[in-house]
Protein backbone atom coordinates (compact mmCIF):
# COMPACT_ATOMS: atom_id res chain seq x y z
CA UNK A 1 0.00 0.00 0.00
CA UNK A 2 1.17 3.42 -0.73
CA UNK A 3 2.06 6.16 1.94
CA UNK A 4 -0.56 8.49 1.70
CA UNK A 5 1.42 11.02 3.93
CA UNK A 6 3.86 10.87 0.21
CA UNK A 7 1.07 10.45 -1.94
CA UNK A 8 -2.11 12.05 -1.07
CA UNK A 9 -3.93 12.28 -4.07
CA UNK A 10 -4.51 8.37 -3.99
CA UNK A 11 -7.73 9.35 -1.94
CA UNK A 12 -9.25 11.04 -4.59
CA UNK A 13 -8.92 8.41 -7.23
CA UNK A 14 -12.10 7.19 -8.43
CA UNK A 15 -13.37 4.15 -6.31
CA UNK A 16 -11.97 0.96 -8.22
CA UNK A 17 -8.45 2.43 -9.19
CA UNK A 18 -5.66 0.93 -8.01
CA UNK A 19 -2.95 2.69 -6.61
CA UNK A 20 -0.18 0.20 -7.90
CA UNK A 21 -0.53 -1.11 -11.22
CA UNK A 22 1.16 -5.01 -11.98
CA UNK A 23 4.24 -4.22 -14.13
CA UNK A 24 3.85 -6.10 -17.17
CA UNK A 25 6.61 -9.11 -18.35
CA UNK A 26 5.91 -9.75 -21.06
CA UNK A 27 6.41 -7.34 -24.83
CA UNK A 28 3.62 -5.39 -26.67
CA UNK A 29 3.73 -8.10 -29.05
CA UNK A 30 2.49 -11.07 -26.73
CA UNK A 31 -0.13 -8.49 -25.70
CA UNK A 32 -1.39 -7.89 -29.05
CA UNK A 33 -1.19 -11.59 -29.67
CA UNK A 34 -3.45 -12.52 -26.98
CA UNK A 35 -6.19 -10.15 -27.97
CA UNK A 36 -6.05 -11.64 -31.14
CA UNK A 37 -6.61 -14.69 -30.07
CA UNK A 38 -9.38 -14.00 -27.24
CA UNK A 39 -11.30 -11.23 -29.62
CA UNK A 40 -11.29 -13.06 -33.07
CA UNK A 41 -13.80 -12.16 -35.46
CA UNK A 42 -14.65 -8.71 -32.88
CA UNK A 43 -13.90 -5.07 -35.14
CA UNK A 44 -10.63 -4.14 -34.45
CA UNK A 45 -10.58 -1.41 -36.98
CA UNK A 46 -12.77 0.66 -38.95
CA UNK A 47 -12.19 3.15 -41.75
CA UNK A 48 -14.78 5.04 -43.46
CA UNK A 49 -17.02 1.91 -42.67
CA UNK A 50 -14.45 -1.07 -43.91
CA UNK A 51 -13.89 -3.29 -41.03
CA UNK A 52 -11.22 -5.60 -39.74
CA UNK A 53 -11.44 -7.93 -37.35
CA UNK A 54 -8.76 -9.26 -34.98
CA UNK A 55 -8.13 -12.37 -36.92
CA UNK A 56 -7.65 -10.27 -40.17
CA UNK A 57 -5.62 -7.88 -38.72
CA UNK A 58 -3.02 -10.35 -36.88
CA UNK A 59 -2.89 -11.85 -40.19
CA UNK A 60 -1.85 -9.32 -41.80
CA UNK A 61 0.74 -7.99 -39.04
CA UNK A 62 2.25 -11.48 -39.38
CA UNK A 63 2.04 -11.24 -43.82
CA UNK A 64 3.94 -7.34 -43.31
CA UNK A 65 6.60 -8.85 -40.09
CA UNK A 66 7.50 -11.62 -43.27
CA UNK A 67 7.84 -9.03 -45.49
CA UNK A 68 9.77 -6.96 -43.32
CA UNK A 69 12.47 -9.66 -43.05
CA UNK A 70 12.58 -10.57 -46.31
CA UNK A 71 13.68 -7.05 -47.04
CA UNK A 72 16.56 -7.18 -44.32
CA UNK A 73 14.94 -5.90 -40.91
CA UNK A 74 16.43 -7.31 -38.19
CA UNK A 75 16.10 -7.05 -34.31
CA UNK A 76 17.15 -4.09 -32.90
CA UNK A 77 16.77 -2.00 -36.54
CA UNK A 78 15.27 1.26 -36.81
CA UNK A 79 12.19 1.32 -39.30
CA UNK A 80 10.52 4.65 -40.15
CA UNK A 81 6.58 5.41 -40.21
CA UNK A 82 5.72 8.40 -42.15
CA UNK A 83 1.70 7.55 -41.99
CA UNK A 84 -1.42 9.25 -41.11
CA UNK A 85 -4.16 7.26 -39.19
CA UNK A 86 -5.48 4.24 -41.51
CA UNK A 87 -5.17 0.57 -41.22
CA UNK A 88 -1.80 0.31 -42.44
CA UNK A 89 -0.19 2.26 -39.68
CA UNK A 90 -1.85 -0.48 -37.27
CA UNK A 91 -0.19 -3.06 -38.61
CA UNK A 92 3.25 -1.33 -39.56
CA UNK A 93 3.43 -0.71 -35.69
CA UNK A 94 3.59 -4.06 -34.94
CA UNK A 95 4.93 -5.57 -37.75
CA UNK A 96 8.26 -3.84 -36.81
CA UNK A 97 7.88 -5.28 -33.20
CA UNK A 98 6.88 -8.73 -34.13
CA UNK A 99 10.61 -8.57 -35.72
CA UNK A 100 12.36 -6.81 -32.44
CA UNK A 101 13.07 -3.89 -34.62
CA UNK A 102 12.43 -0.24 -33.45
CA UNK A 103 9.65 2.26 -34.83
CA UNK A 104 10.61 5.82 -35.65
CA UNK A 105 7.53 7.83 -35.96
CA UNK A 106 7.23 10.99 -37.85
CA UNK A 107 4.29 13.28 -38.89
CA UNK A 108 3.94 12.46 -42.58
CA UNK A 109 2.81 16.05 -43.61
CA UNK A 110 6.72 16.89 -42.44
CA UNK A 111 8.75 18.77 -45.13
CA UNK A 112 12.04 17.38 -46.06
CA UNK A 113 14.28 19.90 -44.33
CA UNK A 114 12.10 18.65 -41.06
CA UNK A 115 12.77 14.93 -41.69
CA UNK A 116 16.25 15.31 -42.39
CA UNK A 117 17.73 16.07 -38.83
CA UNK A 118 15.57 12.84 -37.66
CA UNK A 119 16.71 10.50 -40.61
CA UNK A 120 20.78 11.43 -40.38
CA UNK A 121 20.11 10.56 -36.37
CA UNK A 122 18.46 7.82 -36.64
CA UNK A 123 19.63 5.87 -39.61
CA UNK A 124 16.56 3.93 -40.42
CA UNK A 125 17.07 2.02 -44.10
CA UNK A 126 13.86 1.42 -44.11
CA UNK A 127 10.72 3.53 -44.60
CA UNK A 128 6.84 3.03 -44.66
CA UNK A 129 5.45 5.48 -46.25
CA UNK A 130 2.44 7.48 -47.36
CA UNK A 131 2.68 8.17 -50.94
CA UNK A 132 1.87 11.59 -50.65
CA UNK A 133 5.41 11.92 -48.22
CA UNK A 134 7.73 10.22 -50.82
CA UNK A 135 8.92 13.34 -52.35
CA UNK A 136 9.91 14.38 -49.04
CA UNK A 137 12.08 11.40 -48.74
CA UNK A 138 13.21 11.27 -52.51
CA UNK A 139 14.54 15.23 -51.54
CA UNK A 140 16.86 14.36 -49.23
CA UNK A 141 21.07 14.49 -49.59
CA UNK A 142 22.61 11.31 -51.02
CA UNK A 143 24.77 11.18 -47.73
CA UNK A 144 21.55 9.69 -46.22
CA UNK A 145 21.11 6.17 -47.10
CA UNK A 146 17.28 4.52 -47.46
CA UNK A 147 17.62 1.08 -48.99
CA UNK A 148 13.73 0.19 -49.49
CA UNK A 149 10.64 2.59 -48.92
CA UNK A 150 7.38 0.86 -48.80
CA UNK A 151 4.50 3.23 -49.83
CA UNK A 152 1.34 2.90 -48.58
CA UNK A 153 -1.88 4.36 -50.87
CA UNK A 154 -4.72 4.96 -48.85
CA UNK A 155 -6.93 4.83 -50.63
CA UNK A 156 -6.79 0.68 -51.04
CA UNK A 157 -7.84 1.25 -47.24
CA UNK A 158 -11.35 2.26 -48.34
CA UNK A 159 -14.45 0.77 -48.99
CA UNK A 160 -15.56 0.85 -52.82
CA UNK A 161 -15.99 4.23 -54.47
CA UNK A 162 -19.92 4.10 -53.78
CA UNK A 163 -19.67 3.18 -50.49
CA UNK A 164 -17.13 5.95 -49.97
CA UNK A 165 -19.05 8.30 -51.65
CA UNK A 166 -21.82 8.04 -48.72
CA UNK A 167 -19.52 9.15 -45.95
CA UNK A 168 -17.64 12.03 -48.23
CA UNK A 169 -19.16 15.11 -50.01
CA UNK A 170 -17.84 15.05 -53.79
CA UNK A 171 -15.55 18.05 -53.34
CA UNK A 172 -13.70 16.25 -50.82
CA UNK A 173 -13.94 12.80 -52.75
CA UNK A 174 -12.35 14.35 -55.42
CA UNK A 175 -9.50 15.75 -53.13
CA UNK A 176 -8.97 12.71 -51.27
CA UNK A 177 -8.55 10.66 -54.32
CA UNK A 178 -6.17 13.46 -55.81
CA UNK A 179 -4.21 13.19 -52.57
CA UNK A 180 -4.42 9.65 -51.98
CA UNK A 181 -3.42 8.38 -55.38
CA UNK A 182 -0.38 10.12 -55.87
CA UNK A 183 2.38 7.94 -58.08
CA UNK A 184 5.49 7.00 -55.96
CA UNK A 185 7.99 5.46 -58.52
CA UNK A 186 10.93 3.18 -57.05
CA UNK A 187 9.14 1.78 -54.07
CA UNK A 188 7.93 -0.99 -52.62
CA UNK A 189 3.81 -0.81 -52.88
CA UNK A 190 2.27 -1.96 -49.58
CA UNK A 191 0.14 -5.21 -50.95
CA UNK A 192 3.29 -6.50 -52.46
CA UNK A 193 4.71 -6.10 -48.55
CA UNK A 194 2.48 -8.82 -47.86
CA UNK A 195 2.56 -11.00 -50.78
CA UNK A 196 5.04 -13.26 -49.04
CA UNK A 197 2.98 -15.15 -46.38
CA UNK A 198 3.50 -15.15 -43.00
CA UNK A 199 6.49 -14.85 -40.99
CA UNK A 200 7.49 -18.57 -38.87
CA UNK A 201 5.86 -18.69 -35.78
CA UNK A 202 8.97 -19.47 -34.14
CA UNK A 203 10.49 -16.58 -35.06
CA UNK A 204 12.20 -14.46 -32.07
CA UNK A 205 9.79 -12.23 -30.52
CA UNK A 206 11.04 -9.27 -28.40
CA UNK A 207 11.34 -8.83 -24.66
CA UNK A 208 9.72 -6.41 -22.68
CA UNK A 209 12.95 -4.35 -21.80
CA UNK A 210 13.95 -4.28 -25.50
CA UNK A 211 13.61 -0.71 -27.44
CA UNK A 212 10.20 -0.66 -29.13
CA UNK A 213 9.86 3.35 -30.14
CA UNK A 214 11.64 6.19 -30.67
CA UNK A 215 9.64 9.20 -30.55
CA UNK A 216 11.00 12.43 -31.55
CA UNK A 217 10.30 15.99 -29.10
CA UNK A 218 11.38 18.89 -29.41
CA UNK A 219 11.60 19.81 -25.60
CA UNK A 220 11.65 23.14 -24.65
CA UNK A 221 14.77 23.77 -27.15
CA UNK A 222 16.96 22.85 -29.77
CA UNK A 223 16.74 20.17 -32.51
CA UNK A 224 14.49 17.92 -32.11
CA UNK A 225 15.41 14.43 -29.57
CA UNK A 226 14.44 10.79 -30.51
CA UNK A 227 13.29 9.56 -26.74
CA UNK A 228 13.57 6.02 -26.79
CA UNK A 229 10.89 3.99 -25.34
CA UNK A 230 11.20 0.62 -23.95
CA UNK A 231 8.30 -2.51 -24.29
CA UNK A 232 7.85 -2.16 -20.86
CA UNK A 233 7.41 1.74 -21.08
CA UNK A 234 4.48 1.80 -23.36
CA UNK A 235 3.01 -1.50 -21.85
CA UNK A 236 3.34 0.32 -18.56
CA UNK A 237 1.16 3.05 -19.74
CA UNK A 238 -1.39 1.07 -21.43
CA UNK A 239 -2.33 -0.38 -18.08
CA UNK A 240 -1.90 3.00 -15.99
CA UNK A 241 -4.78 3.54 -18.68
CA UNK A 242 -6.66 1.12 -18.02
CA UNK A 243 -6.74 1.48 -14.59
CA UNK A 244 -7.66 5.49 -14.83
CA UNK A 245 -10.31 4.01 -17.36
CA UNK A 246 -12.17 2.02 -14.39
CA UNK A 247 -15.33 0.02 -15.57
CA UNK A 248 -14.23 0.30 -19.43
CA UNK A 249 -14.93 -3.50 -20.77
CA UNK A 250 -13.32 -5.78 -22.98
CA UNK A 251 -14.36 -5.46 -26.37
CA UNK A 252 -16.59 -3.22 -25.78
CA UNK A 253 -15.71 0.05 -26.07
CA UNK A 254 -15.10 2.36 -29.58
CA UNK A 255 -12.34 4.52 -30.00
CA UNK A 256 -12.32 7.18 -32.14
CA UNK A 257 -8.47 7.81 -33.62
CA UNK A 258 -8.32 11.21 -34.05
CA UNK A 259 -5.16 12.00 -32.77
CA UNK A 260 -2.10 11.26 -34.99
CA UNK A 261 -0.63 8.24 -33.82
CA UNK A 262 2.61 8.96 -34.93
CA UNK A 263 2.33 11.73 -31.76
CA UNK A 264 3.30 10.14 -28.32
CA UNK A 265 -0.97 10.08 -27.01
CA UNK A 266 -2.11 8.94 -30.17
CA UNK A 267 0.48 5.53 -30.29
CA UNK A 268 -0.54 4.88 -26.03
CA UNK A 269 -4.18 5.34 -27.05
CA UNK A 270 -4.73 3.69 -29.52
CA UNK A 271 -1.96 1.32 -31.06
CA UNK A 272 -1.11 0.24 -27.07
CA UNK A 273 -4.32 0.99 -24.56
CA UNK A 274 -6.85 0.24 -27.93
CA UNK A 275 -5.50 -3.02 -28.68
CA UNK A 276 -5.21 -4.22 -25.09
CA UNK A 277 -8.89 -3.68 -24.46
CA UNK A 278 -9.81 -5.39 -27.49
CA UNK A 279 -11.72 -2.81 -28.68
CA UNK A 280 -12.85 -1.06 -32.25
CA UNK A 281 -10.52 1.34 -33.34
CA UNK A 282 -12.65 3.95 -35.54
CA UNK A 283 -9.52 5.56 -37.46
CA UNK A 284 -9.75 9.33 -39.11
CA UNK A 285 -6.77 10.48 -41.29
CA UNK A 286 -7.62 13.93 -40.11
CA UNK A 287 -9.94 15.75 -37.90
CA UNK A 288 -13.60 17.22 -39.72
CA UNK A 289 -16.63 17.36 -37.56
CA UNK A 290 -18.79 16.09 -40.37
CA UNK A 291 -17.01 12.32 -40.51
CA UNK A 292 -16.95 12.35 -37.06
CA UNK A 293 -20.58 12.89 -36.57
CA UNK A 294 -21.06 10.57 -39.43
CA UNK A 295 -19.41 7.66 -38.27
CA UNK A 296 -21.54 8.40 -34.47
CA UNK A 297 -24.50 6.96 -36.09
CA UNK A 298 -23.02 3.66 -37.12
CA UNK A 299 -20.26 3.42 -34.43
CA UNK A 300 -20.85 5.34 -31.29
CA UNK A 301 -17.61 6.39 -29.32
CA UNK A 302 -17.19 5.35 -25.96
CA UNK A 303 -13.47 6.71 -25.52
CA UNK A 304 -13.11 10.16 -27.31
CA UNK A 305 -10.18 11.57 -26.48
CA UNK A 306 -8.58 14.82 -28.15
CA UNK A 307 -7.63 18.44 -27.51
CA UNK A 308 -10.11 21.34 -26.28
CA UNK A 309 -10.21 22.65 -30.18
CA UNK A 310 -11.64 19.56 -31.51
CA UNK A 311 -14.20 19.20 -28.43
CA UNK A 312 -15.26 22.82 -28.85
CA UNK A 313 -15.95 22.10 -32.69
CA UNK A 314 -17.69 18.58 -32.47
CA UNK A 315 -19.67 19.53 -29.73
CA UNK A 316 -20.90 22.75 -31.73
CA UNK A 317 -21.38 20.56 -34.80
CA UNK A 318 -23.55 18.15 -32.74
CA UNK A 319 -25.74 20.62 -31.44
CA UNK A 320 -26.09 22.05 -34.92
CA UNK A 321 -26.86 18.84 -36.49
CA UNK A 322 -28.34 17.39 -33.51
CA UNK A 323 -26.76 14.31 -33.43
CA UNK A 324 -26.47 12.43 -29.93
CA UNK A 325 -22.68 12.33 -28.03
CA UNK A 326 -23.61 10.63 -25.33
CA UNK A 327 -22.00 7.63 -25.87
CA UNK A 328 -18.47 9.45 -25.31
CA UNK A 329 -17.99 8.20 -21.56
CA UNK A 330 -13.92 8.41 -21.59
CA UNK A 331 -12.82 12.01 -22.44
CA UNK A 332 -9.59 12.95 -21.83
CA UNK A 333 -8.13 16.13 -22.73
CA UNK A 334 -4.56 17.02 -23.17
CA UNK A 335 -1.66 18.92 -24.73
CA UNK A 336 -3.05 22.72 -23.92
CA UNK A 337 -5.20 24.17 -20.68
CA UNK A 338 -8.66 23.11 -20.78
CA UNK A 339 -10.92 25.99 -21.04
CA UNK A 340 -14.19 25.86 -18.48
CA UNK A 341 -16.59 27.06 -21.24
CA UNK A 342 -15.11 23.90 -23.50
CA UNK A 343 -15.72 21.40 -20.76
CA UNK A 344 -19.55 22.78 -19.80
CA UNK A 345 -20.16 22.72 -23.53
CA UNK A 346 -18.98 19.20 -24.24
CA UNK A 347 -20.63 17.42 -21.10
CA UNK A 348 -23.59 19.16 -21.75
CA UNK A 349 -23.75 17.03 -24.76
CA UNK A 350 -21.69 13.94 -24.19
CA UNK A 351 -22.25 11.35 -21.62
CA UNK A 352 -19.60 11.51 -19.33
CA UNK A 353 -17.28 13.78 -17.72
CA UNK A 354 -14.40 15.93 -19.89
CA UNK A 355 -11.10 16.01 -17.86
CA UNK A 356 -7.44 17.21 -18.27
CA UNK A 357 -4.89 15.07 -17.89
CA UNK A 358 -0.73 15.75 -18.72
CA UNK A 359 2.00 13.75 -20.44
CA UNK A 360 4.95 14.45 -22.46
CA UNK A 361 6.81 11.94 -24.96
CA UNK A 362 9.37 11.27 -22.39
CA UNK A 363 6.83 9.48 -19.82
CA UNK A 364 5.22 7.96 -23.05
CA UNK A 365 3.23 9.95 -22.54
CA UNK A 366 0.88 10.04 -19.97
CA UNK A 367 1.69 10.69 -16.34
CA UNK A 368 -1.10 12.40 -14.54
CA UNK A 369 -5.16 12.88 -14.89
CA UNK A 370 -8.13 14.04 -13.13
CA UNK A 371 -10.12 11.10 -12.02
CA UNK A 372 -13.30 10.53 -13.66
CA UNK A 373 -14.95 11.23 -10.50
CA UNK A 374 -16.44 14.09 -8.63
CA UNK A 375 -13.15 14.18 -6.79
CA UNK A 376 -12.19 16.10 -10.36
CA UNK A 377 -10.40 19.53 -10.14
CA UNK A 378 -11.22 21.89 -13.21
CA UNK A 379 -8.55 23.86 -13.93
CA UNK A 380 -6.00 21.20 -13.02
CA UNK A 381 -4.06 18.82 -14.39
CA UNK A 382 -5.08 16.12 -11.56
CA UNK A 383 -3.04 13.93 -9.20
CA UNK A 384 -0.31 11.39 -10.27
CA UNK A 385 -1.42 8.05 -11.81
CA UNK A 386 -0.95 4.61 -10.70
CA UNK A 387 2.35 3.28 -9.47
CA UNK A 388 3.49 7.38 -10.50
CA UNK A 389 5.69 9.91 -7.81
CA UNK A 390 6.14 13.19 -8.73
CA UNK A 391 7.70 15.70 -6.42
CA UNK A 392 8.23 19.59 -6.94
CA UNK A 393 11.76 21.20 -6.42
CA UNK A 394 13.71 24.05 -7.07
CA UNK A 395 14.33 25.83 -10.69
CA UNK A 396 17.87 26.29 -9.40
CA UNK A 397 18.24 23.39 -7.63
CA UNK A 398 16.58 19.86 -7.91
CA UNK A 399 18.01 18.13 -4.89
CA UNK A 400 15.52 20.87 -3.16
CA UNK A 401 12.10 20.77 -2.73
CA UNK A 402 9.70 23.42 -2.42
CA UNK A 403 7.41 24.07 0.20
CA UNK A 404 3.96 22.67 -0.66
CA UNK A 405 2.12 25.39 -2.66
CA UNK A 406 4.93 26.92 -4.03
CA UNK A 407 5.75 26.82 -7.86
CA UNK A 408 8.96 24.71 -9.11
CA UNK A 409 9.72 22.15 -11.75
CA UNK A 410 8.24 19.13 -11.94
CA UNK A 411 9.53 16.04 -11.57
CA UNK A 412 8.37 12.52 -12.56
CA UNK A 413 9.16 8.91 -11.55
CA UNK A 414 7.22 5.90 -12.66
CA UNK A 415 7.25 2.66 -15.29
CA UNK A 416 6.13 5.27 -17.93
CA UNK A 417 9.40 7.19 -18.14
CA UNK A 418 11.66 6.60 -20.52
CA UNK A 419 15.41 5.66 -21.16
CA UNK A 420 17.52 8.36 -22.49
CA UNK A 421 17.55 10.09 -25.86
CA UNK A 422 18.91 8.41 -28.70
CA UNK A 423 22.62 9.13 -29.64
CA UNK A 424 22.15 12.03 -26.87
CA UNK A 425 24.26 11.39 -23.92
CA UNK A 426 24.35 14.42 -22.79
CA UNK A 427 20.78 15.53 -23.24
CA UNK A 428 20.30 12.35 -21.35
CA UNK A 429 22.19 13.34 -18.55
CA UNK A 430 20.19 16.27 -18.11
CA UNK A 431 16.52 14.71 -18.16
CA UNK A 432 17.20 12.31 -15.80
CA UNK A 433 18.38 12.74 -12.24
CA UNK A 434 19.78 10.53 -10.28
CA UNK A 435 16.77 7.61 -8.97
CA UNK A 436 15.34 7.37 -12.39
CA UNK A 437 13.51 11.27 -11.89
CA UNK A 438 12.40 13.17 -14.82
CA UNK A 439 12.81 16.63 -15.31
CA UNK A 440 9.54 18.19 -17.21
CA UNK A 441 10.91 21.68 -17.83
CA UNK A 442 7.17 22.41 -16.57
CA UNK A 443 6.38 24.51 -13.56
CA UNK A 444 3.67 24.20 -11.07
CA UNK A 445 1.74 24.48 -8.05
CA UNK A 446 0.52 21.80 -5.94
CA UNK A 447 -2.21 21.54 -3.69
CA UNK A 448 -2.54 19.62 -0.14
CA UNK A 449 -4.33 16.68 -2.06
CA UNK A 450 -2.02 16.36 -4.79
CA UNK A 451 -3.64 18.40 -7.78
CA UNK A 452 -0.90 19.97 -10.11
CA UNK A 453 -1.64 22.71 -12.19
CA UNK A 454 0.86 24.15 -14.28
CA UNK A 455 2.18 27.75 -14.32
CA UNK A 456 4.69 27.86 -17.52
CA UNK A 457 7.42 26.12 -19.03
CA UNK A 458 10.70 26.70 -17.22
CA UNK A 459 12.46 27.79 -20.45
CA UNK A 460 9.96 29.86 -21.46
CA UNK A 461 9.27 32.66 -18.58
CA UNK A 462 9.82 36.08 -19.42
CA UNK A 463 12.38 38.14 -17.06
CA UNK A 464 11.19 42.10 -16.58
CA UNK A 465 12.09 44.59 -13.66
CA UNK A 466 13.21 41.13 -11.97
CA UNK A 467 10.21 39.22 -12.05
CA UNK A 468 9.25 36.05 -13.95
CA UNK A 469 6.08 36.45 -16.28
CA UNK A 470 4.50 33.76 -17.12
CA UNK A 471 2.98 33.42 -20.76
CA UNK A 472 0.50 31.10 -19.97
CA UNK A 473 -1.32 33.48 -17.57
CA UNK A 474 -0.80 36.71 -20.13
CA UNK A 475 -2.29 34.69 -22.94
CA UNK A 476 -5.18 33.13 -20.71
CA UNK A 477 -6.18 36.48 -20.28
CA UNK A 478 -6.17 37.66 -23.60
CA UNK A 479 -8.28 34.82 -24.67
CA UNK A 480 -10.86 36.06 -22.54
CA UNK A 481 -11.29 39.21 -24.85
CA UNK A 482 -14.46 38.88 -27.37
CA UNK A 483 -11.84 39.84 -30.37
CA UNK A 484 -9.29 37.23 -29.45
CA UNK A 485 -9.28 33.61 -30.96
CA UNK A 486 -5.77 32.58 -29.35
CA UNK A 487 -2.64 34.07 -27.94
CA UNK A 488 0.99 33.86 -27.88
CA UNK A 489 3.45 35.62 -25.51
CA UNK A 490 6.90 35.39 -25.36
CA UNK A 491 9.53 38.23 -24.70
CA UNK A 492 12.06 40.15 -26.35
CA UNK A 493 15.27 40.76 -25.31
CA UNK A 494 16.53 44.36 -24.28
CA UNK A 495 19.74 45.98 -24.64
CA UNK A 496 19.78 47.17 -20.84
CA UNK A 497 18.75 43.07 -19.87
CA UNK A 498 15.32 42.02 -19.31
CA UNK A 499 13.31 41.53 -21.88
CA UNK A 500 9.95 43.39 -23.52
CA UNK A 501 6.34 41.64 -22.88
CA UNK A 502 5.37 40.92 -26.62
CA UNK A 503 1.91 39.29 -27.47
CA UNK A 504 0.95 38.01 -30.73
CA UNK A 505 -3.09 37.35 -31.06
CA UNK A 506 -5.15 36.24 -33.63
CA UNK A 507 -8.65 38.11 -34.02
CA UNK A 508 -12.18 36.75 -34.37
CA UNK A 509 -13.40 37.28 -38.09
CA UNK A 510 -14.59 40.95 -38.82
CA UNK A 511 -12.51 41.74 -35.55
CA UNK A 512 -9.56 44.48 -36.06
CA UNK A 513 -6.72 44.95 -33.63
CA UNK A 514 -6.91 47.97 -30.95
CA UNK A 515 -3.95 47.86 -28.49
CA UNK A 516 -5.20 50.06 -26.48
CA UNK A 517 -8.08 47.99 -25.75
CA UNK A 518 -6.42 45.20 -25.59
CA UNK A 519 -4.08 46.48 -22.77
CA UNK A 520 -7.02 48.24 -20.84
CA UNK A 521 -8.05 44.88 -20.90
CA UNK A 522 -5.20 42.75 -19.46
CA UNK A 523 -5.11 46.02 -16.80
CA UNK A 524 -7.91 44.40 -14.98
CA UNK A 525 -6.70 41.20 -14.20
CA UNK A 526 -2.51 41.56 -14.20
CA UNK A 527 -0.35 43.44 -12.25
CA UNK A 528 0.93 46.23 -14.49
CA UNK A 529 4.24 44.51 -15.18
CA UNK A 530 2.72 41.78 -16.98
CA UNK A 531 0.83 43.68 -19.51
CA UNK A 532 1.91 43.55 -22.76
CA UNK A 533 4.31 46.35 -23.96
CA UNK A 534 3.86 45.41 -27.99
CA UNK A 535 0.66 43.62 -29.32
CA UNK A 536 0.09 42.43 -33.16
CA UNK A 537 -1.65 40.60 -35.07
CA UNK A 538 -0.86 36.78 -36.61
CA UNK A 539 -3.11 36.24 -40.26
CA UNK A 540 -0.85 32.60 -40.13
CA UNK A 541 -0.87 30.98 -36.68
CA UNK A 542 1.40 28.44 -36.44
CA UNK A 543 0.11 25.47 -34.76
CA UNK A 544 1.00 21.88 -33.96
CA UNK A 545 -0.86 18.71 -35.37
CA UNK A 546 -2.93 18.43 -32.03
CA UNK A 547 -3.99 22.22 -32.82
CA UNK A 548 -2.14 23.45 -30.40
CA UNK A 549 -0.42 27.51 -30.95
CA UNK A 550 3.38 27.07 -31.20
CA UNK A 551 4.77 29.88 -29.38
CA UNK A 552 8.52 29.16 -30.50
CA UNK A 553 7.65 29.35 -33.65
CA UNK A 554 5.74 32.25 -33.11
CA UNK A 555 8.42 33.95 -31.51
CA UNK A 556 10.78 33.46 -33.97
CA UNK A 557 8.35 34.32 -37.06
CA UNK A 558 7.65 37.97 -35.19
CA UNK A 559 10.73 38.88 -33.32
CA UNK A 560 12.28 40.09 -36.88
CA UNK A 561 9.21 42.21 -37.17
CA UNK A 562 9.83 44.44 -34.18
Known sequence: MPNTEQ?????????????????????????????????????????FGRRTTYTELGDQIDRAAEGLRKLGVRAGDRVAVLLPNCPQHV???YAVLRLGAVVV????LYTSRELRHQFEDHQARIVIAWDKSVSSLRAFPDDIEIDHIVSVNLLSAFPTVKRLALHLPAKSLRESREAMTGPAPGTIPWKELLSHGSIDPEHPRPSVEDLAAIQYTSGTTGRPKGAMLTHFN???????????????????????????????????????FGI????????????EPGLILDAMKKSPATVYCAVPPIYERTAQAAKEKGISLRSCKYCISGAMNLPDHVVELWESVSGGLLVEGYGMTESSPVALGNPFYPTRRAGTIGVPFPSTLMRVVDLDDPKLDVEQGQPGELLLKGPQVFQG??????????????????RTGDIVTVDADGFTTIVDRAKELI???????????????????????????????????????????ELAPGATLNEDALRDHCREHLAAYKIPRRIVQMTETP????????????????LPTL
Do not use: C
Open 543 to 558: RSMLGKILRKQVREQV
Open 276 to 287: RKQGLLVLFPKF
Open 7 to 47: QPWVTNYQPGVPAEIDLPTESLVAMLERSVAEASDHPALEF
Open 105 to 108: EHNP
Open 421 to 438: YWNNPDETQKALLPGGWL
Open 234 to 272: LYSNALQGEAWMHGAEYRKEIFYAILPMFHAFGMTLYLT
Open 91 to 93: VAF
Open 463 to 505: ITGGFNISPSEVESVLRLHPSVVDAAVFGKPLERGGELVVAAV
